[in-house]
C-alpha cells in the first residue's frame, strides 16, 4: 500500500485566498485523522471521520475552517479565508478500526504558508 | 494545565547511553499511551504503545507506565545517532472516543 496520501505537499498563498488540502485514506481504513502542528502548539487535532461521518470536530479552530469525507477515500480541510496564523503543517492520518492501541498512520503533510 | 506535559528539551546523550522520556497526563480516565518519533521534516510514527501499568519492552524501547501517577515514560538503551528525533507521547482517552492528545514533544540528540 502507499500510505496515506495527501496533496499538495507545500502550498504558499496571500492572506484571504482559499486553500484546499487534500487526503487520500489507506484503503480500508475507517477512521481518518485531520492535525495541524506548529513549533507553539506542537500537534493538534482538528477533526476525525469514522466511515465517513464526523465524529468530533471540537478542534477545528472556526468558522474558516471546514472538512468533508464524501467517500471512504478522499476528505478534504478547506480554510476560507486563509490568514497568517494559519500558517502550519496540516497532516491527515487514518486508522484501521477503535481499539485501545490502534495505531494511526500519518501521511507525509501538507506545510502551509499563509503570507 | 497542559492535558499531555513533556519537557521539550533538547535532551542530549552520548552514544551507547540510556536516553530517558517523560510525559504526564491530566486526565485520570485516559486508556492507552503512544510513543510516537517524528524526525525533522518527516510525520510521526509509531514506536510503543502500552495501557497496563508496569513496562513493555520491545527491542531497545521500553515503555513505563504508573496510572497512579499519571506518568508514562520511554527508556531507549544503547542510544544510536538515528536515534535523534523529537518523541511525542500520545494520551487516548477512555470510552468510545478515538481522539489522541499529543504533547508537544522532547527533541531528543544522541551525540556519536
Known amino acids: 500500500d502507499a500510505g496515506v496520501i495527501q496533496s499538495p505537499r507545500h502550498e504558499v498563498t496571500e492572506m484571504g485566498q482559499e486553500v484546499t488540502l487534500r487526503c487520500k485514506p489507506i484503503s480500508g481504513h475507517d477512521y481518518l485523522f485531520w492535525y495541524r502542528q506548529t513549533m507553539m502548539r506542537g500537534l493538534e487535532l482538528l477533526i476525525y471521520?469514522?466511515?465517513?461521518?464526523?465524529?468530533?470536530d471540537s478542534g477545528m479552530p472556526e468558522d474558516r475552517f471546514s472538512a468533508k469525507m464524501p467517500n471512504a477515500s478522499f476528505s478534504t480541510l478547506k480554510i476560507q479565508p486563509s490568514e497568517p496564523r494559519d500558517s502550519a503543517v496540516y497532516f491527515c492520518?487514518?486508522?484501521?478500526?477503535?481499539?485501545?492501541?490502534?495505531?494511526?498512520?500519518f501521511g507525509p503533510g501538507t506545510r502551509l504558508t499563509v503570507l | 494545565q497542559k492535558e499531555v506535559e513533556q519537557n521539550s528539551g533538547p535532551l542530549s546523550v552520548p552514544e551507547g547511553a540510556i536516553a530517558s522520556l517523560n510525559c504526564t497526563y491530566s486526565d485520570r480516565g485516559s486508556q492507552s499511551f503512544f510513543w510516537y518519533r517524528q524526525y525533522s521534516g518527516k510525520s510521526p510514527e509509531l514506536i510503543m504503545f502500552i495501557y497496563s501499568n508496569g513496562d513493555k519492552e520491545d527491542g531497545r524501547f521500553t515503555a513505563q507506565l504508573n496510572k497512579a501517577s499519571q506518568y508514562v515514560s520511554l527508556l531507549i538503551r544503547d542510544s544510536q545517532p538515528s536515534d535523534s528525533a523529537t518523541y511525542l507521547c500520545?494520551?487516548?482517552?477512555?470510552?468510545?472516543?478515538?481522539?489522541?492528545?499529543f504533547g508537544t514533544g522532547t527533541l531528543l540528540a544522541v551525540q556519536p
Open positions: 492520518a487514518s486508522s484501521l478500526r477503535a481499539n485501545d492501541y490502534n495505531e494511526q498512520f
Open positions: 500520545a494520551v487516548k482517552g477512555g470510552g468510545a472516543t478515538n481522539k489522541l492528545i
Open positions: 471521520f469514522n466511515n465517513n461521518v464526523p465524529i468530533d
